[in-house]
């Protein structure tokens, strides 16, 4: 596949700065933020053109890897400016034209709050203690234990009575005799 050489203007200044050095920074992350804010704006194309030490492929992965960054990045600079643009709009320092363009920021930046809100959502469980439950058990079990072993000697105690019984009336049966 062979890159097309064609620029989109996308009316934003150029960058101005110093050259980066590159024992200075060594990953994407840390070139991507040392030119906050302006980075924000910068497509893969652009990045890649600013550090060629990666590829386009390589920049598309991390703008995408880190988009809730830079949206919410994006957010905090759009609120900043809507609250500036209201500041001019109350000084009466707003020109013609700019009213429609803070109405647009505005927007915008109502959309942009509204899709990085944080929709966490916290779930309450209660698990029962599995330890209490088998002690539980354990008890159940040990009580119908005593119960049969209690069962079991009245049995015995009952045939032994039966049997000391049988002994008395016979030997009653014998002595009427």
């Known amino acids: 596949m062979e890159d097309l050489d064609f620029e989109i203007d996308f009316g934003l200044p150029p960058l101005e700065r110093e050259p980066l ?18 980075s924000l704006y910068l497509n893969h194309y652009e990045l890649h053109d600013e550090f060629p030490d990666y590829s386009v ?8 890897d880190s988009d ?13 400016n809507a609250r500036k643009g209201l500041k001019n709009l109350a000084s009466g320092d707003l020109k013609q034209g700019e009213a429609t363009a803070l109405k647009q920021l505005l927007d915008r930046s109502e959309q942009i709050n509204t899709q990085v809100k944080d929709k ?12 209490k439950d088998n002690e539980i058990i354990r008890l159940k079990q040990e ?7 209690a069962n079991a000697r009245m049995i ?9 019984l049988a002994k008395l009336r016979g030997e009653t049966d014998e002595l009427s005799e």
């Open 21 to 38: 050095e590159p024992e200075e920074l060594q990953t994407m992350d840390e070139l991507f933020r040392k030119l906050l804010p302006e």
């Open 57 to 64: 492929e390589d920049w598309r992965r991390y703008l995408k």
């Open 68 to 80: 809730k960054f830079i949206l919410k990045e994006t957010a905090i600079l759009t609120e900043v």
């Open 120 to 131: 966490t959502a916290f779930v309450t469980l209660m698990l029962p203690d599995h330890n």
């Open 143 to 149: 009580i119908e234990d005593i119960k049969q072993q």
């Open 156 to 164: 015995a105690m009952h045939e032994r009575h039966q049997e000391e």
